[in-house]
């Protein structure tokens, strides 16, 4: 095998295949499927990787492999065979499908080493590298007399690893240290030297006489209860020494989890977890979905068929939403199984990440909790998929690679052979019509636990409110409820739907809406800077004091940020303690977690926020929850529009009551009538799905449709109408008559960073031929969509996002 069949990091369409390269002496029996290696393509040299190896091209005259960016391979032979999958899927290139599944240091620059990994002498070859350091640069590997091979089985071995480190310019987290430079004697001798009113100085020469350890500065200047400014003369004079450490990288390294033990499940819980643990047994696929209530337990079924999975040396993948990634969540986790579990989010540095990323190959964890891109965790030998929150749109991944978790995880679990487990208590559609078919196994829990009732529910009309004089976005029922609450001692969660409540500014006398000049779209209103972004480009500018239009004074802000909430509670009811979470509260490292310590601490009455409060949230004192707008995303132009409503509402509805104390809802609405309000607040998931699944089959819509969605743009807008009305005839040329072919429709943000967006959409229920057809289309425009700043098309299967 002296030949490796490798894909070249060129994403195009005539790279998009296997290249042959020769493999020379030195990398015989190193080059393996799954590395990373550098090799010459044209004039240039560029990165590949290698997918197989094999003794025979057609090809003549082989290039070499130049270099091996990895000792040991990246991927394993499996995620290679998911990513020649997944370009099928998603029509991307291999090289994109396979870079989507690395962490993001394996793809930036960075600076290798090679770290010992032992105390115990080293054989002799590695003591001459490393001559007494601990890290030494692996160029001094490369100029070494030590073979590839050798080195791979020192690594193998255990006595050293190849470390990558990041060069990005995401900076590490360091701590400040001060170490004492002298002998106590000498500093003792230095303190004589000091002046008598330096007391600050002298303090700290003392503390150091007495202890030797280098400690934080921050927290030595807290002990001491001095400034920096006493430190620097010490510096100056050399008797401290001021330096920085690099933070330990594992996020959780430093806590400490309380261990908690399995819990006797419920005869319920029993009927549930059988079959799953059942297939585990038996080591076959099959896709559960489990569907229970809020709190009804499926968390401690995930937990204990984890626990199985261990017992038989296998491993498991857990994927949650990434906002419900949240501290509660990992703790249960990390508290049952300890250091067998990495955490992957988008909390953690890129080197963070990687770390992460290196237990799971290096086979030092067994279970992953993750969000999304966790489904491509480097396991060989897994036992069983979990997908908490199944109906989640954040599983999709929306650019690139359009890939949805779910599909990837089906996939997966037929190649180990082992169950899928779908969880939620508002399944999507499309999951809960194939557990209706039967194609998934449907497991039931109706009861919270605890004996705990789902919490009563009660919709307020704000249309009447207005009627009767409250002009305030709290109705009457709910700020008097709220107060009760704080009276009683009991906490309140408040929810306020983000995407529909913008802050846009508007001229009072005119009415005039202050847009984006690039974006067809409000500009939305950042209090702390007083400017004017666009979320969809970087576009800002500083907030006007006049209307550009009519020069009237009166251009204020409208609508309701969750900041205008706070303040607007806190006038009505000025003893509340309110805690806000959103984007602006929780940017800073760590800020979530504490917020929500604080509020399980009882720090507050009231916590307020967006979707990022309303999953996973288990505080047993919240008795109240009051969803502020309940229609906000009703009237957004998706036919999912209802579902996303629905399984909402359910959330944040199933975050009070959790345990002893009941609990109670408050929904404010425009639109008390709508069904997918009317029903949420009647739990009634049965229902709902059999009324939104008639008007899905009227409007041939998913699960009764498959969608395909083309997005054109252009800077021209003639050019894109153009380009989408010949995708149209295409298609409804080739495709069957039973294909729905829809377009050319402006996409509902019409404009985007000055370029026009059209948009063509398929519903179809059984189109074998149509990737190919799509194929021929991207390879039609290939040349124009190389063009910078050109023709762009996107086309997403299953497309989660239609503007
Ligand atoms: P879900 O994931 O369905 O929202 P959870 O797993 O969070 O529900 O369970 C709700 C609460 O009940 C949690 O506090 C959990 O620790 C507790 N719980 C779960 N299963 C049991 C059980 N069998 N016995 C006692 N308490 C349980
Ligand atoms: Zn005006
Ligand atoms: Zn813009």
Redesign the pocket.
């Known amino acids: 095998m002296n030949i490796a069949r490798v894909i070249v990091d060129v994403p195009s369409q005539n790279t998009n295949r296997l290249f042959d390269y020769g493999i020379p002496e030195k990398f015989v029996n190193i080059v393996q499927p799954g590395m990373r290696v550098i090799v010459p393509f044209g004039p240039r040299k560029i990165l590949g990787y290698v997918i197989s190896l094999t003794d025979h091209s057609e090809f003549d005259k082989l290039k070499n492999i130049e270099d091996v960016l990895d000792i040991t391979p990246t991927l394993t032979p499996e995620l290679l065979q998911i990513g020649k999958w997944l370009s099928k899927q998603t029509l991307s290139f291999y090289v994109s499908c396979l870079q989507v599944m690395l962490p993001q240091v394996l793809k930036a620059k960075y600076r290798k080493e090679l770290w010992r990994l032992t105390d115990e002498v080293l054989p002799e070859e590695l003591t001459n590298i490393f001559a007494g350091r601990d890290i030494v640069n692996y160029q001094e590997f490369v100029n070494s007399e030590l073979s590839y091979q050798q080195l791979r089985k020192y690594i193998d071995e255990g006595w050293v690893d190849v470390h990558y480190e990041v060069k990005s310019r995401e900076t590490k987290k360091t701590t400040t240290m001060i170490t004492p430079l002298l002998e106590p004697i000498e500093l003792e001798e230095a303190l004589i030297d000091l002046p008598k009113q330096a007391t600050k100085q002298r303090t700290i020469l003392e503390y150091f006489i007495e202890k030797q350890d280098p400690l934080p500065k921050k927290q030595l200047l807290s002990i001491l209860n001095t400034s920096a400014s006493s430190l620097k003369p010490l510096i100056k004079q050399g008797n401290i020494r001021e330096y920085k450490l690099e933070t330990m990288r594992d996020p959780y390294a430093h806590r400490d989890f309380e261990r908690t033990l399995p819990?006797?499940?419920?005869e319920e819980?029993q009927v549930a977890i059988v079959p799953i643990l059942h297939r585990l047994e038996e080591e076959k696929h099959e896709v559960f979905l489990l569907h229970?209530?809020?709190?009804?337990?499926?968390?401690?079924?995930y937990l204990q068929s984890i626990q199985r999975v261990l017992d038989k040396d296998q491993e498991a993948i857990m994927l949650v939403p990434e906002i419900a990634l949240t501290p509660q969540m990992v703790e249960r986790f990390k508290g049952r199984f300890g250091s067998k579990v990495a955490v992957l989010h988008s909390g953690l540095s890129a080197g963070e990440k990687y770390d992460e990323w290196r237990k799971i190959q290096r086979k030092e964890v067994q279970v992953v909790v993750g969000a999304r891109s966790a489904i491509f965790a480097p396991f060989t030998n897994i036992g069983i998929i979990i997908i908490?929150e199944e109906h989640e749109s954040s599983y999709k991944q929306e650019d690139r690679t359009r890939y949805h978790a779910r599909d990837v995880a089906i996939e997966r679990a037929k190649i180990h052979e082992c169950p899928v487990v779908l969880?939620s208590?508002t399944p999507a559609l499309e999951t809960y019509a194939r557990a209706a078919k039967g194609n998934y196994q449907m497991l039931t829990?109706k009861k919270?636990?605890?004996n705990a009732t789902m919490p009563s529910t009660e919709l307020i009309d704000m249309r009447d409110e207005l009627h009767q004089g409250n002009r305030s976005m709290f109705s009457r029922v709910l700020l008097d409820k709220l107060k009760d609450r704080i009276n009683k001692g009991e906490q309140s969660v408040l929810f306020l739907n983000r995407r529909g409540y913008a802050t846009f500014v508007m001229c009072r006398d005119c009415g005039h809406v202050k847009e984006c000049p690039h974006c067809d779209i409000a500009l939305t209103y950042h209090r702390i800077q007083e400017r004017l972004k666009c979320h969809y480009c970087s576009y800002e500018e500083p907030m006007p004091n006049e209307c550009p239009e009519c020069e009237s004074k009166t251009i204020r802000y409208f609508g309701t940020g969750t900041q205008k909430v706070e303040e607007a509670l806190q006038e009505l009811i000025p003893e509340a303690r309110i805690i806000r979470m959103d984007v602006d509260t929780t940017s800073r490292k760590g800020a979530h977690e504490r917020l929500l310590n604080d509020f399980g601490n009882k720090k507050a009455d009231v916590l307020l926020g967006t979707q990022m409060i309303a999953k996973g949230l288990?505080f047993g004192n919240v008795t109240l929850v009051g969803v502020l707008a309940a229609d906000a995303l009703l009237n957004l132009p998706d036919f999912r529009a209802s579902e996303k409503t629905f399984q909402l509402i359910t959330q944040v509805s199933?975050r009070a009551g959790?345990?002893k104390l009941a609990g109670e809802v408050i929904i404010q609405t425009y639109t008390p009538d709508h069904y997918s309000i009317q029903l949420a607040s009647e739990y009634n998931f049965e229902q709902f799905f059999k009324e939104e699944m008639n008007l899905r089959k009227a409007f041939n819509y998913p699960p009764y449709f498959f969608l395909t969605l083309f997005t054109i743009s252009h800077p021209n807008q003639l050019k894109v109408q153009e380009v989408t009305q010949k995708i149209v005839y295409f298609m409804r040329k080739k495709l069957s008559e039973e294909a729905d072919i829809l377009g050319p429709t402006p996409s509902a943000l019409t404009r985007i960073n000055n370029r026009y967006r059209y948009q063509c959409m398929v519903k179809y229920k059984d189109e074998p031929e149509q990737r190919k057809l799509i194929q021929r289309i991207l390879h039609y425009y290939e040349d124009e969509m190389k063009e910078e700043n050109g023709l762009q098309i996107t086309v997403d299967f299953q497309p989660y996002q239609l503007m």
Do not use: H
């Open positions: 819990f006797p499940l419920t819980q229970g209530v809020t709190g009804s337990g499926k968390t401690e079924i908490d969880g208590a829990l919270r636990m605890n288990d199933g959790r345990q």
